[in-house]
């Protein structure tokens, strides 16, 4: 089953960015001149998505009014023959899908935010796309992972393998290989003490899961200590069930909750940018002779 509609969780704090996320989403913080949240849903729609929901709370009207029509705007630099590349730039963000806004009323976790969702979702399979997570590839890892999803009819997830040391931040996965870049995964374990790893694969930003999740949120209990519902509780029983794939994406990732995550994405996004990547590595040249 072809999978049509997205969510992505976007009602984060921040608190690993301040001040800079103080008052502006971390999610429209800038990789070179688009914000992140904008590579984002243009991923979903490259893949061919068609409806996306983004959930978001208080504070983060900045996020719909980037994916809305600006009227004075446009209309003003229609009317400036020399802008109609900048016009068509502006343009972009409101045309990409059918973007869609609903706020976490209480902070309680990922798991929580994907419950939200539900009625949107219906009976359906489903992408997910972590709010915190850029991804650069040359085929949309989301489109990478639906493919999946097709061919073997259960759930997916994307993983790439990080550093023993990091593991504890995000997951560790018990996975065997089915074929090329893809693995079983049979069990999955949220922030692992360090005896408790069993691969340096860890989930990054990236899955597909099919609609009974919901019915698995719901019986899931929330955390007694941070009183939030863990998505990676659904996904752990479904790989416990055989249902559950995870794909060794092809892509580089960013993470846009990291300050260094933030200074990486800009600086390789540049390097690449057809507009100022020629004077920007001869920046970084001259910057690198002087260090």
Avoid: W
Wanted: hydrophobic fraction near 40%; proline fraction near 5%; aromatic fraction near 6%.
């Amino acid at each position: 089953m072809k999978i049509k509609k997205a969510i992505i969780p976007a009602a984060g704090m921040g608190t690993r960015v301040l001040p800079a996320s103080k008052a502006v989403p971390k999610e429209m913080l800038n990789i070179v001149d688009k914000p992140a949240i904008q590579y984002i849903v243009e991923e979903a729609a490259a893949a061919g998505i068609e409806d996306i929901l983004i959930i978001t709370n208080r504070g983060k009207g900045a996020i719909e009014d980037h994916f809305d029509h600006n009227f004075e705007l446009e209309t003003k630099l229609a009317g400036n023959p020399s802008k109609a590349d900048i016009l068509e730039q502006v343009e972009i963000p409101s045309n990409l899908a059918n973007v869609y806004f609903l706020r976490q009323k209480e902070t309680k976790g990922l798991g929580h935010a994907i419950l939200c969702a539900k009625s949107f979702i219906g009976d359906e399979p489903f992408a997910v796309l972590y709010g915190d997570d850029v991804i650069i590839s040359e085929k949309p890892v989301i489109q990478q992972l639906c493919e999946v999803y097709e061919e073997y009819g259960m759930g997916t997830v994307g993983v790439k393998e990080v550093p023993r040391k990091d593991v504890s931040k995000y997951c560790s996965l018990d996975v065997e290989p089915l074929r090329d870049n893809v693995m079983k995964c049979n069990y999955i374990i949220e922030k692992p003490t360090e005896d408790q790893i069993m691969s340096c694969f860890s989930i990054l930003g990236r899955v597909v899961l099919p609609p009974e999740t919901f019915e698995l949120l719901e019986n899931s209990p929330y955390d007694e200590k941070t009183g939030e519902l863990f998505l990676t509780e659904a996904m752990c029983t479904l790989a416990q069930r055989g249902q559950l794939t995870a794909v060794d994406f092809v892509g580089n990732r960013y993470d846009m909750g990291n300050k260094l995550g933030i200074m990486k994405a800009n600086c390789e996004v540049a390097l690449e940018h057809p507009e100022i990547g020629e004077d920007f590595k001869k920046y970084i040249k001259e910057l690198a002779a002087s260090i």
